[in-house]
């Protein structure tokens, strides 16, 4: 007979993981960034334990976009307050909002959740190729294109 395996919290083993995210189109580097802090790459994954492994994000001022989402995609936000909604194309969130453009791509495929709350701190996102990280020797992470 065949047992599940429930991991443990106190018997996950976390690596880390540097993503050169240049010439990566965003949902692509998204979904396998998601699924690498989530856990899922791994045979011990437990749909309600933080398993995950830590990643960091370098180079994202360099990610590309397809198709004409620069002028037809726009995202929202909204303070609560009368009159509150803020709308920036994605030509706007690239150029000046690089960071959350990339965490905020990244987050939409995370749980909703204080589990997911969890996961996101494992991410890091940086615009250029220098990272305050080294001291943890993460493995180069590969994206496919």
Not at 81 to 110: C, D, F, H, N
């Amino acid at each position: 007979m065949r047992q599940t395996t429930m991991i443990k919290p106190s018997e996950v083993k976390r690596t880390w993981y540097v993503v050169d995210a240049t010439d990566c189109t965003l949902g692509r580097l998204a979904t396998q960034v998601a699924t690498v802090l989530r856990g899922k790459n791994k045979p011990t994954y437990t749909p309600n334990v933080d398993c995950g492994d830590y990643v960091i994000v370098v180079n994202a001022d360099k990610v590309k976009i397809t198709g004409d989402q620069d002028a037809k995609k726009f995202y929202y936000s909204h303070s609560m307050y009368p009159g509150g909604l803020r709308v920036r194309s994605t030509k706007v969130m690239r150029e000046q909002y690089t960071v959350e453009w990339v965490e905020k791509a990244i987050k939409g495929m995370l749980p909703h959740n204080k589990l997911g709350d969890v996961m996101r701190g494992h991410l890091f996102v940086y615009e250029g190729p220098e990272h305050p990280h080294a001291a943890q020797k993460p493995v180069e992470l590969k994206i496919t294109k």
